[in-house]
């Protein structure tokens, strides 16, 4: 999800300012994605490289997480939403991971979307950390090591369509393993401008694309 910072700069507003704008256009694509035959939607909404960042814009983003749970966990299981916060637990405050547990148990019914938002997500550290789980024999499925150390326990899916906002090319450590065969779409829409329209192209670009895995396009 990226622009939301260069989106607030360009209005002559702090960084914070468009992560807070970036968080309605969350609200406004979790909404839309299940009528768009979408059953899991993953967010990029913290890379564990993102701690980096300046003290006050992290501290910013802790806050409005812990908002978003406790503020839209009602709506989103009313809307038949499941939610689950993909990444590491250990280094994120406390409060944040209070309002994860109970946004997780709130929306554990919800059977319309998955809804993974991946905070202190870092797809190097959970290929390292399922690795270490297969070799000790915990699972004799990779994935299935992969989805626990990612703290999912819906599993770890293939990525279909990988969509980034805000003109960057890059793949940023996210999913790495489960996005062998994804198609990617880089849109030019900062975060905070992108809505339901620019994911109705993407899904139509992707629906588009001729997906071969390997094989002859007669044979799939
Ligand atoms: C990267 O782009 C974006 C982030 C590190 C934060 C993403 C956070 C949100 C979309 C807001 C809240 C999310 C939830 C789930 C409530 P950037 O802001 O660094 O953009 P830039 O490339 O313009 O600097």
């Known amino acids: 999800m990226d622009g939301n910072g260069r989106w607030a700069t360009a209005r002559g507003r702090r960084r914070e ?23 899991t939607l993953t967010l990029y909404a913290f890379s564990s490289d993102n701690w980096r960042r300046p003290q006050r814009e992290v501290r910013a983003l802790m806050a409005l997480f812990r908002r978003y749970l406790r503020r839209e966990s009602g ?22 991971v209070e309002a994860i547990t109970e946004a997780e148990a709130r929306t554990s019914d919800g059977d319309r979307l998955l809804l993974r938002l991946a905070v202190d997500y870092s ?18 499925s990779f994935t299935e090591c992969i989805a626990q150390a990612m703290h999912c326990p819906e599993g770890a899916p293939d990525v279909d369509l990988m969509v980034r906002t805000g003109g960057e090319q890059r ?4 999913l790495l393993w489960e996005s062998a065969y994804a198609e990617l779409v880089f849109s030019p829409r900062m975060w905070p401008d992108f809505d339901a329209s620019d994911l109705t192209s993407a899904v139509k670009e992707f629906r588009g694309r001729n997906r071969r895995f390997g094989r002859v396009a007669a044979a799939v």
Do not use: K, N
């Open 171 to 174: 793949l940023s450590d996210f």
């Open 75 to 96: 709506a989103l299981a009313d809307a038949g939403v499941r939610l689950r916060v993909v990444g590491r637990r250990d280094r994120l405050p406390t409060p944040v």
């Open 17 to 39: 300012l468009g992560h807070r704008a970036g968080a309605r256009s969350v609200e406004r694509v979790v909404r839309c994605a299940p009528d768009l035959g979408i059953r």
């Open 123 to 140: 797809s190097r550290h959970v290929l390292l950390e399922a690795a270490r789980r297969f070799a000790e024999g915990v699972s004799d």
